[in-house]
């Protein structure tokens, strides 16, 4: 089931809760009911050790979660903000951002840095909407896609787990094939990827991590009506949403809250992605006092992440 300290499903609200107003959520939520035994695990693997250091920070993220964090954390966050960690040591460190916005924009931004030619993919659709679907409503793919030779990406569903090819993969384009006279916007035959994890038969014989990643369909039902989408299952890897990011172990990342916690989790999430406190960097931190007068303490201190445009 996860972490219910985690961030709520995108544009839903948790299991545990009943009457979520669509017929999905509700099987889902009577589902949750007919658990009759739960068994619960205490121990953190991802942030692992016993050093002073992974104990203090695994308390930090307890307390992230259980919205218990104190001055003293806040200090801590300090430590590893803009103005205390050298940024020339993130620069290959993937980006978490809030919105979906920020991700854009940050991931164009580094395409364009390659200095390759950049295809732009439309996905195929049948099905009157199925256009105007999300990337969370169509299986992970997005409508639009911008690719490149050299560019990093992630692969978002499993094609091959068994050797390493699951959704969250990372690799980097080697070359995108397309059919004979066709080219962008079109989809391609496949986009050849090399995936680092990857640990199959080899495909070709220069590059025995290389793996072709064929265009994928996913197919919902919206409205009554039966809708599909067909693209390449991958997204750049410079940046993502901390929703997308849930599941993932990085080493390094830079974290973006944006100008609050806009959602129960999300500070937590974003910075338990690492495996340790020495590979996190965040914008500057605000402590804010809140006054909470129901509370035996009213003061309680809010951390949040400023984008610097206050």
């Known amino acids: 089931m996860g972490d219910f300290g985690q961030l709520p499903p995108v544009g839903d609200k948790p299991m545990y809760v009943s009457g979520n107003g669509t017929i999905v959520s509700d099987h889902g939520h009577s589902l949750y009911l007919m658990f009759e035994s739960v068994i619960i695990l205490y121990q953190v693997m991802r942030q692992a050790g016993e050093d002073a250091e992974a104990v203090a920070f695994r308390a930090l993220l307890m307390r992230m979660r259980n919205g218990e964090v104190t001055q003293e954390d806040w200090k801590l966050m300090l430590e590893h903000s803009t103005t205390s ?53 169509a299986g992970g793919l997005d409508a639009v896609l911008f690719l490149s030779t050299k560019a990093e990406v992630m692969l978002t569903c499993n094609l ?31 986009v050849l990827v090399h995936f680092h994890s990857y640990s199959g038969p080899a495909f070709l014989d220069a590059c025995s991590k290389c793996v072709p990643v064929p265009p994928k369909v996913f197919e919902w039902v919206a409205d009554g009506k039966y809708l599909s989408r067909q693209q390449v299952p991958l997204w750049l890897r410079y940046a993502m949403t901390i929703h997308k990011s849930q599941g993932q172990t990085l080493t390094k990342a830079v974290v973006d809250l944006g100008k609050g916690e806009k959602v129960a989790g999300c500070t937590f999430v974003a910075t338990s992605r690492k495996l340790n406190q020495i590979h996190i960097k965040v914008f500057q931190i605000i402590w804010r006092k809140v006054e909470l007068p129901e509370l035996d303490d009213p003061a309680i201190l809010d951390v949040h992440v400023d984008d610097g445009k206050n």
């Open 160 to 190: 091959w787990a068994e050797v390493g090819l699951c959704n969250g993969s990372f690799g980097t384009i080697e070359q995108i094939w397309f059919a004979e006279n066709m080219g962008p916007p079109n989809l391609p035959i496949a």
């Open 85 to 137: 960690v050298p940024m020339d040591q993130f620069t290959d460190a993937i980006r978490l951002y809030f919105d979906k916005k920020s991700v854009a924009e940050y991931n164009y931004g580094k395409l364009l840095q390659l200095g390759q030619p950049v295809a732009k993919i439309q996905a195929k659709h049948s099905g009157h909407g199925a256009c105007a679907a999300t990337s969370d409503e």
